[in-house]
């Protein structure tokens, strides 16, 4: 009976690796947050190890994510994440909404909660274990592209609305 089991599990496994999910990658940079706001190199790199594989359109997926269920659960926290910001279409949304986005990448980058644990946990990502520099960089060039829009834009027009 228990072998019966094994086999029917190891079965399902082998089935389940044929069901993969769509990977996440254009080269498309229609609406890029690099198209209208600068991003300096180091903040491109620090957006690039730290936070694109979640927040943009460009994933760079481990060997892992090839295994299911485990690329069932990355792509899942790739559409959540881009649910709550995607730098690949940043210039899309309202500039309300571009100004709250910088100030969220602000709040969450000082409580430290961003990049999330799960994604630098068991030595997985060591490169976006940020160091406080690199915090005070990605939270000055957020704060730098709120004084722009501010600049440019009425006070008024920047404030988020609820629908």
Known sequence: ???KILIGLLAILVIIQFIRPTKNNSN???YDVTTRYE???EV???LKVACNDCHSNNTVYPWYSNLQPVGWILNNHVVDGKRHL???EFTKLRVAIQNHKFEEVVETVEEKEMPLESYTSFGLHPEANLSDDQRQVLIKWAQTQ?????AHYPADS???RRR
């Open 1 to 3: 009976m228990i072998k």
């Open 28 to 30: 498309d940079t229609t």
């Open 39 to 41: 991003v300096p190199e």
């Open 44 to 46: 491109a790199s620090i």
């Open 86 to 88: 995607n730098f690949s």
């Open 146 to 150: 709120m004084d722009t829009l501010k």
């Open 158 to 160: 920047l404030v988020l």
